[in-house]
């Protein structure tokens, strides 16, 4: 049985997605947790050595960090076919693009929103123009980001952009949006949102 820390509209929400995705038994462990505002404070019963969300805890194996959780789950959880397995070709571009949303996509976000310039050839990342560049021309071989397949990958890109369209933050894509209809409008999906805060 999985534990799902969570709390209440944040990158937590989208492992209740995945989670229904994948018919997977568990359970949500409301947590608090800092809030950028200033309230809010670490839960003790969180085991994110940061007390952020999410982390699960799978009979005692802890996982933490976005794409490790969803890598964990899908290779857990198989039935659903939500990630390639490791003899899969696939699974190349499923381990890159889940790597790639917490080491570039995300830091290319939060360097455009804090203004602050991508140092060329030291920073691991890339503005945020080039990095959805790729993930644009990614979507442009297949509606999802394994091409015809939907994956995990898709309920971390696809929750990210749909919290981003119509932001100054996003470069205004019809690929993009396109791309957040096919996965917002997933039954999943909705089954999160009404979770989300009444468990
Ligand atoms: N790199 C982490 C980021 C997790 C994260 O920052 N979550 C926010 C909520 S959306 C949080 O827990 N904030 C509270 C804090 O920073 O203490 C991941 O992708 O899982």
Redesign the pocket.
């Known amino acids: 049985m999985i534990t799902l820390f969570h ?1 209440p509209k ?3 929400t989208r492992f209740i997605f995945l989670l229904e995705e994948l018919e997977a038994p568990y359970r949500i462990q409301r947590v608090t ?3 950028s505002d200033g309230t809010g404070a ?1 839960d003790p019963a969180n085991p ?1 050595p ?5 982390a699960i805890a799978d009979d005692g194996v802890v996982v ?4 490790a ?1 969803a890598l964990y789950l899908t290779d857990r959880f198989p039935k659903n076919g939500l990630g390639p397995l490791v003899d899969d070709p696939a699974r190349g571009a499923y381990l890159s693009w889940l790597s790639y949303y ?1 080491g570039v996509l ?1 830091p290319a976000f939060m360097s455009k929103f804090m203004n602050v310039e991508v140092p060329r050839g030291s920073a691991g990342w890339v503005p945020v123009e080039e990095s959805m560049a790729a993930v644009i021309a990614r979507l442009s071989a297949g509606p999802y980001m394994l091409g015809e397949r939907f994956s995990a990958a898709d309920v971390l890109y696809g929750t990210t952009f749909a919290m981003f369209l119509g932001s100054p933050l996003m470069p205004k894509s019809a690929a993009i949006e396109d791309y957040v209809q096919r996965i917002v409008t997933r039954p999943a999906c909705a089954r999160a949102q009404a979770l989300d805060a009444g468990d």
């Not at 940061?50 to 999410?54: A, D, M, N, S, T």
């Open positions: 709390h944040s990158r937590s947790m800092r809030r670490v994110h940061h007390g952020k969300v999410p933490f960090e976005s794409p959780i917490t995300e």
